[in-house]
């Protein structure tokens, strides 16, 4: 099996500060793969860099192959990655639904004189794409607010709708960050089943997540990051007896 | 040829300075409070206007510039409670619209009060012209020039040796941060624009003699001000001084070797060549994306 | 409540074609038809600056650029060269088009207020250019314009017109004109906002992060507004030109530039019919204003200061939402 994502010796320097430093890890394709490790060591900084948000300064990232290095975000979306956000990204300028849409974007190639005289090519592709947003948001537990303003949604509702939005490109890979964070148990409960079942549906699941409960249950692999260096590797059975994690974690 | 060029650089380097003090209201304004401030053009009318009736009224010169540069202060710091203050969460077009609003208010009152007419303020002292290597200087020029240092110096004083100014540097860093230490923001906002109205009167008095004034003088001034500012890199004080400077000396070589009716597009070609190759002006801070 | 009943798309443009048929019955002489028509032809230039600025959330404070090419573009070519209008017209929108896609490309990187320093720039070159051109513009002075010929018939606000036994002044055929005009304008905006790409502009402006990581190239498409809103400035001033007869730098000056954005934000961004009631408020406010002479200027500062502190969102959705609470309190519905 070939790796989908392939990280090496990746780093990335703000000024003199190194967020990320000398990172190297491979994720394979269908598995559900977490990277943990304190505040500020380096998680979403390597997320960002994933998804093109941050240029790295040093390394090499590869999707399916390809060096990813200095793609935009949205080449990287085209080639079948999406992601949420630890500090959520909705458009509270629009309705739940059209924030799932939005996610189908690529999916939608209507010329812009299709669009602007509204043609029949136009209002098809609209139809199917609004009829696969309201499945998503059916598929994520949020089916009830298809028509809502985002603005007037709860936190937790929001939540699910980002990861229905990330769904709605058909994503290869989806990257999850921190998608537990403000929920109560039962919410955390429902998105544990939520991304096993994005997993076993076929999508490599990159998660950052804090609660080390739903992150043993639902991993295949792991990577503990420390002051953005990799501290670990390894299932979870393996980070849970490594002891330089139990010291950086427990012993403190 | 040479006493040509030194002309030019002359006049460059007077309106330059002007355009200085008007690029540091613009930055220390936009640094507390993130406004652009379409009025900041207005400080400098209600300068040199307002000197020209005190000394209509008989006062002697200096009283009556302090006063007009005081004035102007006072217009500054209800700008701030009246239009800025009551539109907190209002958006940055929004915002840009309410300061074009009193901007208009402004030069409404300002015509009211004094006519359409041009008025001129005298020289500071001599009127007699000095003569360096064949150029001429008006001895105005040396009046804006010294001031122009005098204040950029008072500045950088005011800035690192007082509380209140690391007050306002601090407010500028971060709103938060600084409520917390104790720091009563909205008080350091009225700080700026009070400050910023000071410079901008001032700059306004200074250069009066040397442009004439009206009522709508403001606007054309304001904007070179807003394009120095721009160049230099919103938010930062050399940039502010470096932007003025070039744009002043730039637009008089304009006006000089190529055509007067051009010395505004090359002002406004300036700012685009700035920016496209550096997208934050020459000396704005780099700014990473948080998400 | 209100905004929901005019998003339904037909809806609100059946409430604007009758508001357009029903104004006549108060217009009682030619300035006042011409008044109304001017807001028509200038609401369709800023329904497409809403484009941009409401919906895309970029700011421009030079836009009359755009509109004062367009109607130079229609002045010198079907003036000085004696070109057919229509296809003027539209070549002149093509042209400023490929302009604002040169300019627009370097300039959309920009952030925030240096975007706002960069179009204003742009508006001012292309004033200054048409101010001191006057071999081709006739300068500050202005030049004539030839009325409107749509393919060998002319519509002139002067003639005299006679469709059915029915019997129309020129002035008020241009009124229903620049009608039909604005209506096609809003249409066109309407399809361009609901659908993907729509979404995608939208995005831009409610977070650009979320468009880029769900593939929207948000340069390509803040460029694609971009150009569209410099294309509906050409075609209204081209339009305008024809219906003044008569254009003067000012109609690319700053000073329009500065009302074209604040009839946007006073009207409410991103509400199509608002920043419309907006074009008809900032050009009819100077005229209610001008019995005040020399307070005038006052006013019209204190007036636009006032409503944009106390109404941030603009009139129409911030009075909609008033109407709107008002009916839920009488039903006793939800808001």
Redesign the interface.
């Known amino acids: 099996m070939t790796a989908l994502v392939e990280v090496k010796g990746l780093d990335k320097a ?1 000024g003199g500060v190194h967020a990320v430093e000398n990172v190297s890890f491979s994720v394979d394709a269908g598995q559900v793969y977490s990277v943990i490790g304190p505040n500020g060591a380096g998680k ?1 900084t390597l997320f ?1 860099l994933i ?1 093109g ?1 941050y240029t790295p300064t040093g390394g090499e990232i590869r999707l399916n192959g390809e060096t990813t290095n200095d793609l ?3 080449q ?3 080639r079948g990655m ?2 949420t ?1 630890q ?1 959520m ?6 309705t739940a639904i ?1 924030n799932v ?6 999916k ?1 190639k ?1 010329s ?1 004189f299709t ?4 043609l029949p090519g ?1 209002l098809r ?2 139809k199917s ?1 609004r009829q696969r947003a309201a499945d998503l948001m059916e598929y994520v537990g949020c089916g009830d607010y298809l028509e809502t303003e985002a603005s007037a949604m709860s936190y937790g509702a929001l939540k699910r709708l980002e990861i229905a ?2 769904l ?2 058909d994503p290869k890979v989806i990257l999850l960050d921190e998608p537990a964070a403000g929920l109560n148990a039962v919410e955390t409960a429902a998105l544990e089943q939520l991304i096993r079942r994005i997993a076993d549906e076929g999508t490599t699941v990159m998660l950052v997540e804090h609660d080390m409960k739903l992150v043993m249950g639902i991993s295949d692999h792991l990577l503990v990051l420390n002051y953005g260096r990799v501290l670990a590797e390894g299932t979870p059975s393996e980070i849970r007896n490594n002891p330089d994690v139990i010291a950086a974690y427990l012993g403190g | 040829m040479f006493s040509e060029f030194l002309q030019f650089l002359f006049t460059g380097v007077t309106i330059g300075a002007t355009y200085a003090l008007i690029a540091l209201g613009f930055t220390l304004i936009y640094n507390a409070s993130h406004v652009i401030n379409f009025a900041q053009g207005e400080f400098l009318m209600i300068g040199g206007m307002a000197t020209v009736s005190f000394m209509a009224l008989g006062l002697p010169m200096p009283l009556a510039i302090t006063l007009a540069v005081l004035l102007s202060g006072l217009m500054g710091v209800l700008l701030q409670r009246f239009a800025i203050a009551p539109a907190k969460k209002a958006d940055v077009v929004t915002l840009i619209i309410i300061t074009i609003g009193a901007s208009i208010f402004i030069r409404g009152l300002a015509q009211l009060l004094w006519g359409k007419q041009y008025h001129v303020v005298p020289n500071f002292s001599s009127d007699e012209p000095i003569r360096i290597l064949g150029a001429v200087m008006n001895t105005q020029s040396l009046w804006v020039l010294g001031i122009g240092t005098v204040v950029v110096v008072a500045l950088v004083l005011f800035f690192t040796r007082t509380m209140i100014g690391k007050a306002i540097l601090a407010t500028s860093m971060n709103k938060q941060a600084s409520r917390l230490v104790g720091i009563k923001t909205q008080f350091v906002l009225m700080l700026a624009f009070l400050v910023s109205a000071l410079l901008g009167g001032i700059a306004g008095v200074v250069v009066a003699p040397i442009t004439f004034t009206s009522y709508d003088i403001g606007i054309m001034l304001g904007l070179k001000g807003f394009v120095a500012a721009a160049i230099g890199g919103l938010g930062s004080g050399v940039g502010a001084v470096v932007g003025g400077l070039c744009l002043g000396i730039v637009e008089a070589m304009a006006a000089g070797y190529l055509s007067s009716d051009y010395k505004d597009a090359v002002a406004f070609s300036m700012i685009l060549l700035v920016l496209f190759f550096m997208p934050r002006g020459l000396f704005g801070a780099k700014v990473v994306e948080r998400v | 409540m209100f905004d929901q009943f005019m998003k339904v798309r037909l809806r609100g443009m059946i409430v604007l074609a009758i508001i357009v048929v029903v104004i006549p019955l108060f217009l009682t002489n030619p300035f006042q038809y011409d008044l109304a028509t001017q807001i028509l032809i200038v609401g369709g230039a800023v329904v497409g600056l809403n484009l941009l600025v409401g919906f895309a959330g970029q700011i421009s404070l030079g836009h009359a650029g755009f509109f004062g090419l367009g109607a130079y573009f229609t002045g010198i070519m079907t003036g000085t060269y004696g070109w057919p209008a229509v296809p003027t017209l539209l070549l002149g929108a093509a042209v400023v088009g490929a302009i604002a896609w040169i300019v627009g490309r370097p300039i959309l990187r920009l952030k925030g207020h240096y975007l706002s320093m960069a179009t204003l720039a742009v508006g001012f070159i292309i004033a200054i250019i048409i101010n001191n051109e006057s071999q081709l513009t006739g300068g500050p002075d202005g030049m004539p314009v030839p009325a409107l010929d749509l393919f060998g018939w002319e519509l002139s606000s002067f003639g005299l017109y006679s469709f059915f036994g029915i019997e129309f002044d020129g002035y008020e055929l241009w009124y229903f004109f620049a009608g039909l005009m604005l209506l096609l304008a809003v249409w066109l905006a309407q399809n361009l906002i609901d659908s993907p790409i729509g979404r995608g502009l939208r995005a831009v402006h409610g977070s650009e992060v979320a468009a880029r990581v769900v593939g929207v190239d948000t340069a390509k498409y803040k460029s694609l507004v971009f150009v569209i809103s410099a294309v509906y400035a050409s075609i209204t001033g081209s339009l305008y030109a024809h219906f003044q007869g008569f254009i003067t730098p000012a109609v690319a000056g700053f000073d329009f530039s500065i009302i074209l954005i604040t009839m946007v934000v006073l009207g409410g961004m991103g509400s199509t019919y608002g920043v419309i009631l907006g074009a008809a408020v900032l050009t009819l406010l100077p005229q209610v204003l001008a019995d005040f002479q020399e307070l005038e200027m006052v006013m019209f500062g204190l007036i636009l200061m006032l409503t944009m502190i106390f109404m941030p969102k603009g009139l129409l959705p911030t009075l909609g939402s008033m109407a709107g609470k008002r009916f839920a309190k009488k039903t006793g519905g939800q808001p």
Do not use: K
């Open positions: 703000f979403t960002n998804t948000l935009e975000p949205n990287l979306a085209e999406c992601r956000f500090q990204q909705i458009c509270m300028n629009m059209e849409m939005l996610g189908r974007h690529l939608l209507s812009l669009t602007l005289f509204r136009l592709d609209e794409a939005r990330a709605a490109a």
